[in-house]
């Protein structure tokens, strides 16, 4: 079964920083690539990053490019997201998810984990 | 960048019958994935490549797409099908994003 766990969000001030995790298990993760997608609230989805299985691709939202880096360590099973100059707008359920073979869909995602960016 | 539109919401009756369109610059040449939302949970793959259902999806839902629009039809409608209903592709040209529509609530009456 396919398990994707995301480390707790938080409050952070605009401008600030924070690191996402996301555990994976149930699946041979360096086969997969793997997202972020995020959710303001009441709103929809919107992808924000994609990250190759190797590592050596990745694809970026134009709203968060320059501030954002997705990364793995395939040793660990673990998908990052580093946010850095925060912006109220960036307030969202942030949701990792598993791509299916290639970069198609998303066949896995995770519960989501909060983030909040006000001061 | 590329778009896709759908409606705000869509109501349906019990046992009746929900079609959810998608609407895209020639998204007929596009695969066409689509998502079910219920409040407070993650979003669940309900059709994928256009047509196929991952297992475990009942075969009340299906898809289609041609032209400029896609669709999702939901038969014999329940009140569990009650959710927030994504369309998705993958623009790998030039951009390489993904690309959500802009969904559509589903109200069973």
């Known amino acids: 079964e396919v398990r994707l766990l995301e480390s707790a969000g938080g409050l952070v001030q605009p401008g600030g920083s924070l690191r996402l995790s996301c555990a994976a298990s149930g699946f041979t993760f360096s086969s997969y690539a793997m997202s972020w997608v995020r959710q303001a609230p009441g709103q929809g989805l919107e992808w924000v990053s994609t990250?190759?299985?190797?590592?050596?691709?990745?694809y970026y939202a134009d709203s968060v490019k320059g501030r954002f880096t997705i990364s793995r360590d395939n040793s660990k099973n673990t998908l990052y997201l580093e946010m850095n100059s925060l912006r109220v707008e960036d307030t969202a359920l942030y949701y990792c998810a598993k791509d299916a073979g290639g970069i198609s869909f998303l066949d896995s995602w995770g519960q989501g984990t909060l983030v909040t960016v006000s001061s | 960048s590329y778009v896709l539109t759908q409606p705000p919401s869509v109501s349906v009756a019990p046992g009746q019958t929900a079609r959810i369109i998608c609407g895209g610059d020639?998204?007929?040449?596009?695969?066409v994935h689509w998502y079910q939302q219920k409040p407070g949970q993650a979003p669940v793959l309900v059709v994928h490549d256009d047509s196929d259902r991952p297992s475990g999806i009942p075969e009340r839902f299906s898809g289609s797409n041609s032209g400029n629009t896609a669709t999702l039809t939901i038969s014999r409608v329940e009140a569990g099908d009650e959710a927030d209903y994504y369309c998705q592709v993958w623009d790998g040209s030039p951009d390489h994003h993904y690309v959500f529509g802009t969904g559509t609530k589903v109200t069973v009456l």
């Open positions: 020639k998204i007929g040449s596009k695969n």
């Open positions: 990250m190759s299985g190797s590592g050596v691709n990745t």
